[in-house]
Structure formats: structure tokens, C-alpha cells
């Protein structure tokens, strides 16, 4: 079992920053890709941006030049820095992984979440 644990979320105002992470822990062989991925109410699970284990890095159009994905791979540790918040960035944000297990298993894994809320 693999479990994925946010942190970093919380209250800023619009133009601020606050910088996320998650930490997978488990029996983990390799983790393949890694991802944010948010959700507002109303609305589906979007993607923000995700990283191949290689370090190629994919962002979303409205996040493009404001956030940043980065992952440190001998801490089984994901970062998104988050700069110019705006309003419409108000969310849930969720870490996804693509794990393989030390029984070579291949899984999805999802966080709990966390609230990021950007004031006006």
C-alpha cells in the first residue's frame, strides 16, 4: 500500500504565494509520474501540471508562468510553488502518483487533498 500526504495548502491573498508538497511513503518500488491536480466546488478534478519521473514537466494554460512542478525522487517528494495567486486558483489541490510496488504492481495513488483559498 502506498499512501500520498499533502501539505502547504491554506489562506493567501490574491498575488501571494504558497508552495505545496507530497510525500509518498509505502512499498514503493519506483514512482513513475507525478501530478497536481485540483478541484473548485462545482466543478470536476482539473489537471494543474505533472512530471515524469525524468523530470519533464507538464503545466496547464491558466497556471503556465505563475506555478511550478518539481519533485525530489530520493525523498519520494512532489512540489508545486504556486506565485501570483489569483481567486479562480481556489481549490482542493490533489497529489497524484503512478507507482510501482515492490511487488511490481502498478497503481494510481490519489491524496486526501488540501484547501487552497485565495482572497480578493
Known amino acids: 500500500q502506498v499512501q500520498l500526504v499533502e501539505s502547504g495548502g491554506g489562506l493567501v491573498q490574491a498575488g501571494g504565494s504558497l508552495r505545496l508538497s507530497c510525500v509518498a511513503s509505502g512499498s514503493i518500488f519506483r514512482i513513475n509520474a507525478m501530478g497536481w491536480y485540483r478541484q473548485a466546488p462545482g466543478k470536476q478534478r482539473e489537471l494543474v501540471a505533472n512530471i515524469t519521473s525524468g523530470g519533464s514537466t507538464n503545466h496547464a494554460m491558466p497556471v503556465k508562468g505563475r506555478f511550478t512542478i518539481s519533485r525530489d525522487n530520493a525523498k519520494n517528494t512532489l512540489y508545486l510553488q504556486m506565485n501570483s495567486l489569483k481567486p479562480e486558483d481556489t481549490a482542493v489541490y490533489f497529489c497524484?502518483?503512478?507507482?510501482?510496488?515492490?511487488?511490481?504492481?502498478?497503481?494510481?495513488?490519489w491524496g486526501q487533498g488540501t484547501q487552497v483559498t485565495v482572497s480578493s
Open positions: 497524484n502518483a503512478d507507482v510501482t510496488s515492490r511487488f511490481l504492481l502498478r497503481l494510481d495513488y
